[in-house]
């Protein structure tokens, strides 16, 4: 799967998370690469602070088949894995990603519904990603980290 696919993904299940994503309130601290040369796994780490409250998010995107750490990762055909330490993306995306093998790291417990009076958050099951990431791709992008992804 590849980023632009999970930025479409999330506009059809919540367009106002791109926009969300956008917004110049959150801050990307600590970006941190590491490059697996033998499995060619390239992985940048972040804390993503929400503009609404002082917590950070841990974020994980990884993209694989990266055999060198000199060639940018492109978010138009690079493979990719994501994974957000924050509930909406727990309960939005992750076991949809996890399904479709976009999840970065291990899956947490299964999620399970609790309530049947509120609407499901996720109707089509669809993999996709929280704001904090689509917020941590664009910085990525404003610090040439990444290449393509002109939707953004």
């Not at 990719?80 to 509930?87: E, F, P, T």
């Not at 992750?94 to 999620?111: D, F, I, M, Q, T």
């Amino acid at each position: 799967m590849t980023a632009i696919e999970l930025i479409r993904n999330t506009v059809r299940v919540n367009s106002a998370t791109i926009e969300n994503g956008r917004a110049g309130g959150m801050n990307v601290e600590g970006l941190k690469r590491n490059h697996y040369k033998g499995t060619k796994l390239l992985q940048y780490y972040a804390v993503v602070k929400s503009q609404s409250e002082p917590k950070g998010y841990s974020t994980i995107i990884s993209f694989s088949g990266i055999a060198d750490v000199n060639i940018l990762p492109n978010l138009d055909t690079s493979q990719i894995r994501v994974r957000c330490s924050c509930r909406d993306y727990y309960f939005t995306y992750e076991w949809y990603n996890k399904r479709s093998g976009a999840l970065a790291g291990g899956p947490h417990s299964v999620y399970t519904r609790k309530t049947a009076t509120r609407p499901e958050r996720n109707p089509a099951h669809l993999p996709g990603m929280c704001k904090h990431l689509i917020r941590q791709i664009i910085v990525m992008r404003q610090h040439k980290l990444v290449t393509g992804g002109l939707s953004l």
